[in-house]
């Protein structure tokens, strides 16, 4: 696995009001018990390493025995929120198994385990604190990529589903070696499409531990889908070239898979699929992602200087004049659909 490096970490952007109203017309707004600050208040820790002995940079935590009742069935009742709608008939039937913290990166999450007694089954969620670019990158995925996101909100405290794969430097260094060729070619190919969708809705540091590949098992072949879990860097970084994941050099091993599977005619032809798949979801969500944009561009989420930086160098890409007069990462991300979307049509 590659070794994570600690990182900078980004300044944290507040909910405003007007987020908070998208949030409460499209269901994203909750009530709870227990803040991210809440949890922050444990008493001990012991390192949580791998199969193989490693540090994951998680901790397992430990809370004293009056506060970890009262967690336990708020965390029991948030997985209620997340997952049966609020039905607390099951909570007698969940066990909260433990509570992670992260040590890495900006957002620094709570990963909470919770098993049904009854059958061993178990799923994770995370807590965080509700950064608001982080909850544009959320929503951006939910619309306009193929995936859905289940997530709550409630004041400062965010609430995200757990994303099922297998973590891109796992897969690069255990799993990828077991793949055929034709598999080879369908990771490319993935990678490929991956790539143009964080470009185009400037999802960026797409580094391999920050996606999954998710093997899927058809009738006479196994396929595999590249998915983001994680949403810090959006549209946030002045840098164009953070956007694009082949860049990174933690994600060489795939780039060398396309350059081996794919000519360039394929590549051409998959980032075509891709633009013309995200132009069609646009369409389909129109008005809730235009009150997304609206929200966007009422909110600072990025430092000026990577604001005037970026929309300098993506005019140096596009040559979109419109791009010169975008004053806020909202509006730059307007224009960034806009222009996919006109070069659409016009091509058809």
């Known amino acids: 696995m590659n070794e994570k490096k600690p990182q900078l970490k980004k300044q944290y952007y507040p909910i405003n009001t007007t987020l ?53 069935i708020s965390l029991k009742k948030i997985y209620t929120l997340l997952h049966s709608n609020g039905n607390e008939r099951i909570i007698p039937f969940l066990n909260v198994d433990y509570i992670d913290f992260c040590t890495f990166g900006n957002s620094q999450p709570f990963r909470i385990k919770v098993r049904n007694i009854i059958n061993n089954n178990y799923t994770h969620f995370y807590v965080k604190k509700a950064d608001a670019s982080r909850v544009f990158g959320l929503e951006l995925e939910h619309i306009l990529s193929p995936n859905r996101i289940n997530f709550l909100v409630f004041e400062d405290t965010l609430i995200e589903e757990h994303i099922v794969g297998i973590p891109g430097d796992v897969f690069l260094e255990h799993n990828l070696k077991e793949c055929n060729e034709h598999e080879k070619a369908q990771i490319a190919k993935e990678f490929v ?52 994941p082949f860049l990174f050099k933690e994600n060489f091993k795939f780039n060398q898979l396309v350059y081996d599977k794919l000519n360039q005619n394929a590549i051409e032809q998959y980032q075509s699929e891709e633009r013309s798949i995200l ?70």
Not at 290 to 303: E, G, R, V
């Open 279 to 348: 132009v069609k979801r646009l369409i389909d969500s129109e008005k809730r992602l235009k009150h997304l944009i609206l929200a966007m561009k009422t909110l600072k989420i990025a430092p000026k200087e990577n604001i005037k930086q970026l929309r300098e160098e993506i005019y140096e890409y596009t040559l979109d004049l419109n791009f010169k007069k975008a004053n806020s990462m909202g509006k730059i991300v307007e224009v960034a659909l806009g222009f996919v979307k006109r070069n659409f049509n016009h091509e058809n």
């Open 193 to 244: 499409k991956f790539n143009e969708r964080c470009m185009i809705t400037l999802l960026g540091d797409m580094r391999s531990y920050n996606f999954v590949i998710i093997p899927i098992y058809d009738f006479d072949q196994r396929v595999f889908k590249i998915r983001a879990i994680d949403f810090d860097q959006q549209c946030y970084e002045g840098n164009f070239k953070l956007y694009k």
């Open 20 to 72: 908070h109203t998208y949030l409460e017309k499209y269901k994203r707004v909750t009530k709870t018990n227990v803040f991210y600050d809440d949890l922050l208040r444990f008493q001990g820790s012991i390192a949580v390493n791998d199969k193989e002995g490693k540090d994951t940079l998680w901790i397992r935590v430990y809370y004293n025995e009056f506060e970890k009742e009262e967690i336990d």
